[in-house]
């Protein structure tokens, strides 16, 4: 074969005839594999029925020819056929068989496999051989009972047209033969044939399969050795598997049992009882039939059901995976010592660790926790979903990820237990709640704060000039409110327009900001209009100082949009606890002065004076 890799411009070409090279070597495989097992099998089966004194009471060859051959080509049939028949012949010969007898028995076992092949091509029953008991019947009744008919027909009139026996008696040994052959063996090779070598092998390192096939082949040894009515014996080993095995460890159990009583009936250990009319050949059959059949049905249903079963828990475990891979949150669920058994996609995304490399692992280890505040380990997960009050609720907490960036989370614990209270472990459910924490926070902003400057608004004002009371009283100490109201500012809106207007009332903000302590507040209340929290005044004269300030900043010409704009203000004073002893009477009587200002001439600053 030349593999030819093209350069720019060039396609791709293959020469030399290498598939068909292939193919011809898998196809001499098959066959040598055919010649050798339809031998063997051929020569265990001549010396179980060759014995003097017995009849021939198994024949698996050709079971094991057709669960090789169906499904095969037309061109790959005739080639293993043809390895069938050598086999077939060399087999015969090899017991002692002329050539001429040996040579007519080679048609009428291919005629048997050739139909049973045939059959199970068209009705596709050995790919439903264990879908229920009623289809396993039709597979036996199918690859089973009746391929044998042609071939017993022809090789009874071949032989006893030959002098080989008489036909009837043939005919009976050729069919049950083949029949008990079948029986046993086809189910296994089949079964062998559609399972996959991996767990044909699990199940040979299995104790369990050894131990079965133990007690069939020790059983059959008792029953037909020492035990009256020896075949309902052989049963009961075949039931036990059946009701605890696989199908694929029950044919195996099927086949050492059919294998070990035909070597007993070979060497004479155990002898049927005698025929007294032809027709009676049929009641050696039966009871072996008997035998195996009911325990393969049984097998069929057992698996049935369990492959329903495995179905249905596989159908809802799929499901439970699907929800967990779909949901927004993350779960991570543990074992009862606290290792993780599960992640899902989410998880794995906020924690930084891949499923399988979680798995196992403490959950501790993998999902770290810290309180928001104190920034400590919220404790040993598996202690808060298992104490007194565990936390089936949500609690806010931090989330460290694998390389330590840290996320807001919110989390909820809950332990697993089954029906009986035991505990299975414990489910662990969170969120990242970063963005809905910043928007919490912002929104609470917005609602404690004006939109346009930022300054508190008149909820928050009112609330700190509760504060500032409540501190004053306790302290004895004085404090200033002062109403600002910009002087003709609806001018400046109407001839500028609003957005000149607004950016004017930002820079009026910080230069109120700029002309004050830290520990003062400036609000605004709305349109023109802000105030100023002075904590912490010893008299008028302070204020006045203060109010002094912002007059001189606010005035100073703000440039907006190439326009040099000049507004003033007018401002209010009022003291507590003199000018009021609450925080609206503080507001409206500071309002009350700045209104005089404004009367007077504005640009100034008036302080409140009760009216006489």
Same mark, same amino acid.
């Given at each position: 074969m030349k593999l030819q890799v093209p350069t720019s411009g060039e396609t791709l070409s293959v020469e030399g005839p290498a598939e068909p090279a292939f193919v011809a070597s898998r196809l001499r495989t098959a066959a040598l594999t055919l010649f050798l097992a339809y031998g063997v099998l051929a020569l265990v089966g001549l010396y179980l029925s060759r014995q003097p004194g017995n009849i021939a009471t198994l024949w698996y060859a050709n079971a094991a020819a057709i669960a090789f051959m169906v499904e095969q080509s037309r061109r790959r049939a005739v080639v293993l056929l043809m390895a069938a028949?050598?086999?077939?012949?060399?087999?015969?010969?090899?017991?002692?068989?002329?050539?001429h007898t040996a040579a007519l028995l080679i048609p009428p076992n291919l005629l048997d496999i050739m139909v049973g092949t045939l059959l199970l091509n068209r009705t596709r029953l050995h790919r439903r051989l264990t879908d229920s008991p009623a289809t396993f019947g039709r597979f036996m009744l199918i690859a089973v009972a009746l391929p044998p008919l042609a071939g017993a027909t022809i090789g009874a009139i071949t032989l006893q047209a030959s002098g080989g026996g008489e036909a009837l008696r043939v005919w009976f040994s050729w069919y049950g033969g083949s029949v008990l052959g079948g029986i046993a063996l086809l189910?296994?090779?089949?079964?062998? !044939?559609?399972?996959?070598? @991996?767990?044909?092998?699990?199940?040979?390192?299995s104790a369990s399969t050894w131990a079965l096939l133990m007690l069939a082949v020790g059983t059959t040894l008792v029953a037909l050795l020492r035990l009256p009515f020896p075949f309902v014996y052989l049963a009961l080993p075949l039931v036990i598997a059946a009701v605890v095995d696989r199908f694929l460890i029950v044919a195996v159990c099927v086949f050492a049992t059919s294998l070990t009583a035909g070597t007993l009936i070979a060497q004479g250990l155990f002898l049927p009882p005698p025929f007294t009319a032809e027709w009676q050949h049929a009641l050696f059959y039966l009871p072996q039939?008997?035998?195996? /059949?009911?325990?393969?049905?049984?097998?069929?249903?057992?698996?049935?059901?369990?492959?329903?079963?495995?179905?249905? +828990?596989?159908?809802? +475990? $799929?499901?439970?995976?699907?929800t967990?891979?779909?949901?927004?949150?993350? /779960?991570?669920? *543990?074992?009862?010592?606290?290792?993780?058994q599960y992640l899902n996609p989410?998880? $794995?995304?906020? *924690?930084?660790?891949?499923?399988?490399?979680?798995?196992? !692992?403490?959950?501790? $280890?993998?999902?770290?926790?810290?309180?928001? *505040?104190? !920034?400590?380990?919220?404790?040993?997960?598996m202690n808060r979903a298992l104490g007194e009050t565990p936390e089936v609720g949500t609690t806010e907490a931090v989330l460290v990820d694998r390389l330590g960036r840290e996320i807001a989370?919110?989390?909820?614990?809950?332990?697993?237990?089954?029906?009986?209270?035991?505990?299975?472990? /414990?489910?662990?459910?969170?969120?990242?709640?970063?963005?809905?924490?910043a928007t919490a926070s912002r929104l609470s902003h917005l609602a404690r704060h004006d939109a346009l400057t930022g300054l508190p608004n008149r909820a928050l004002i009112l609330d700190r000039l509760a504060q500032n009371i409540r501190f004053a009283q306790r302290a004895g100490s004085r404090f200033a409110?002062?109403? /600002?109201?910009?002087?003709?500012?609806?001018?400046v809106n109407d001839h500028l327009g609003h957005a000149v207007g607004d950016e004017l009332l930002r820079e009026v903000a910080d230069r109120l900001v700029a002309s004050l302590r830290g520990s003062d507040t400036v609000g605004r209340l709305g349109g023109d209009e802000f105030v100023v929290l002075l904590s912490h005044v010893d008299d008028d004269r302070d204020a006045a100082d203060v109010a002094a300030k912002i007059l001189a900043a606010v005035s100073v010409p703000h440039h907006i949009g190439g326009h040099a704009i000049v507004v003033t203000p007018s401002i209010g004073i009022a003291m507590f606890p003199?000018?009021?002893?609450?925080?609206? @009477?503080?507001?409206?009587?500071?309002d009350t002065a700045m209104y005089r200002a404004k009367t007077a001439g504005r640009h100034r600053c008036e302080a409140y004076e009760p009216a006489v």
């Open positions: 028949g050598a086999a077939n012949l060399l087999a015969n010969l090899a017991f002692g068989d002329p050539w189910p296994l090779a089949i079964s062998v !044939r559609t399972t996959s070598c @991996t767990t044909i092998l699990r199940r040979l390192r039939i008997a035998t195996v /059949v009911p325990a393969l049905l049984l097998s069929v249903s057992v698996e049935q059901a369990r492959v329903a079963s495995e179905a249905r +828990y596989r159908r809802l +475990y $799929e499901r439970l995976q699907v967990l891979h779909s949901i927004a949150d993350a /779960v991570i669920t *543990t074992d009862p010592a606290g290792r993780i989410v998880a $794995e995304t906020l *924690t930084g660790w891949a499923s399988g490399e979680a798995v196992g !692992r403490p959950v501790d $280890e993998v999902c770290r926790v810290i309180g928001e *505040t104190d !920034r400590l380990p919220v404790g040993d997960t989370i919110e989390e909820s614990l809950s332990p697993i237990r089954d029906s009986s209270g035991e505990l299975l472990g /414990v489910v662990m459910v969170f969120r990242d709640v970063t963005d809905a924490r409110v002062l109403f /600002v109201d910009l002087d003709h500012f609806k001018e003199r000018d009021g002893q609450d925080a609206a @009477t503080l507001l409206a009587n500071a």
